[in-house]
């Protein structure tokens, strides 16, 4: 059975720093390409942040490039996404995603295979 459990949500200021985690499970990691999507009240679930099986190539949403940073190590099967200058528009549940498509890309929702159930970020101004 495949898990995804993201981790490291909360409430903190514009303009602070948070790292979410995602530990995977069921799997073999360094066989999907993983994501993290967002989705704020009353929207639509949005692509963050994809990377490679080889952490290689690792595509952003236009939003949050230079203030995101995804990483993920295949001995310890996590994924992070680190989030600097969070803004209050970044307030959303976090989900952390898995894909076994070969091509890298700012992923559609329907391009994943496995979703974790979310951690959710509060940013207030």
């Known amino acids: 059975q495949v898990q995804l459990v993201e981790s490291g949500g909360g409430l903190v200021q514009a303009g602070a720093s948070l790292r979410l985690s995602c530990a995977a499970s069921?799997?073999?990691?360094?066989?999907?390409?993983m994501g993290w999507f967002r989705q704020a009240p009353g929207k639509e679930r949005e692509f963050v942040a994809a990377?490679?099986?080889?952490?290689?190539?690792?595509p952003y949403a236009d939003s949050v490039k230079g203030r995101f940073t995804i990483s993920r190590d295949n001995t310890e099967n996590t994924v992070l996404l680190q989030m600097n200058g969070l803004k209050p528009e970044d307030t959303a549940v976090y989900y952390c995603?898995?894909?076994?498509?070969?091509?890298?890309?700012?992923?559609?929702?329907?391009?994943?295979?496995?979703w974790g159930k979310g951690t959710l970020v509060t940013v207030s101004s």
């Open positions: 069921g799997l073999t990691f360094s066989r999907y390409a």
């Open positions: 995603a898995a894909s076994s498509s070969y091509i890298i890309q700012r992923f559609p929702v329907g391009a994943m295979n496995y």
């Open positions: 990377i490679s099986r080889s952490g290689l190539t690792t």
